[in-house]
């Protein structure tokens, strides 16, 4: 499981975010990403850097550290400009900049980002709207050889349709504080309806639109008995703050040992990255070293 810290972009001191990507690589850390914000959530008004100029920065500035959204929200840039051909071609400007060292966290944003939008004139659409256009970015994103992450929430329903849309477009689910017991790689034989289901996924994923062909495509192989067709995971990448975990899930215990534990445990339920927010890097690298070597390996 590679580890990401989460960038303090909520203030005004440039200085202080980009040194703390820079202490990020120098602690040996996979990777550090921004919130794409217009203000913080609930706090309008406050400061909020803007994502892909601070990220250009951060990969000129950096010579491994991945960098990336969590999550650029593809109304936002409709809203702005029709379509999401500004916000592709932001990531390409950061690629161009960084090459293979880009994660594109995209999501469809939700409530809590509305009076931010609505501040500023932006109209982000519809859900559905924004879903459809969701799916169009992760298939072009991931079609251009950038790794893409889709955010959709951490529901039972919000994860099941991201993974339909993610088995769909080649993109890995971003879950946000989700609850690691509860988080299980789907193998594409999961989103296929079983024998009398009356709901079924592939309709809802029809909706979205002929992005889901590749799902189509994976019951139809299946069905003819095509022995080239395997299972593989919708890989898994999860974010938010170990505190949270440790508090549920590990009985309040503090320190070093507890983040290792909730590290531990986010690994055992196979996710493939963990991006940390509200901690220090070298505290994360400490808890990583204390998990790796309690796990025999």
Not at 10 to 15: G, I
Not at 257 to 283: H, K, M, P
Request: some cysteine.
């Amino acid at each position: 499981m590679r580890l990401g810290i989460m960038l303090p972009t909520f203030q005004d001191s440039y200085s202080r975010v980009l040194d703390t990507a820079r202490y990020a690589e120098e602690c040996n850390l996979d990777g550090a990403f921004c919130y794409d914000h217009i203000w913080p959530i609930g706090h309008p008004g406050e400061p909020a850097f803007s994502c892909f100029p601070l990220l250009g920065a951060i990969a000129a500035s950096t010579s491994r550290l991945t960098i990336g959204t969590l999550v650029a929200r593809v109304g936002l840039y409709a809203g702005v400009v029709q379509g999401t051909d500004m916000l592709i071609h932001s990531f390409e400007a950061l690629h161009a900049i960084a090459p293979g060292r880009v994660i594109a966290g995209i999501g469809s944003g939700d409530s809590r980002s509305t009076p931010e939008d609505s501040a500023y004139g932006i109209e982000s659409g519809p859900a559905e709207s924004r879903r459809s256009l969701l799916r169009d970015a992760a298939r072009s994103l991931a079609g251009r050889g950038l790794e893409t992450w889709v955010g959709l929430g951490a529901s039972a329903s919000a994860l099941r349709t991201g993974m339909i849309l993610a088995a769909s477009t080649g993109a890995s689910i971003n879950v946000w504080q989700a609850d690691p017991s509860k988080i299980k790689p789907i193998v594409p034989d999961a989103l296929i309806p079983r024998e009398g289901e009356h709901a079924d996924p592939l309709e809802r994923a029809t909706e979205m639109g002929n992005g889901n062909a590749h799902i189509a495509s994976y019951a139809s192989n299946r069905a003819a008995g095509n022995v080239s067709c395997r299972k593989q995971s919708v890989p898994i990448t999860w974010a938010g703050s170990l505190d949270l975990l440790t508090r549920t899930d590990l009985e309040g215990k503090q320190g070093v040992t507890s983040y290792a534990e909730a590290l531990s445990l986010l690994a055992r339920s196979g996710i493939t990255w963990a991006v940390c927010a509200g901690i220090d890097a070298a505290l994360l690298a400490e808890a990583a070293r204390v998990a790796t070597g309690n796990s025999g390996n």
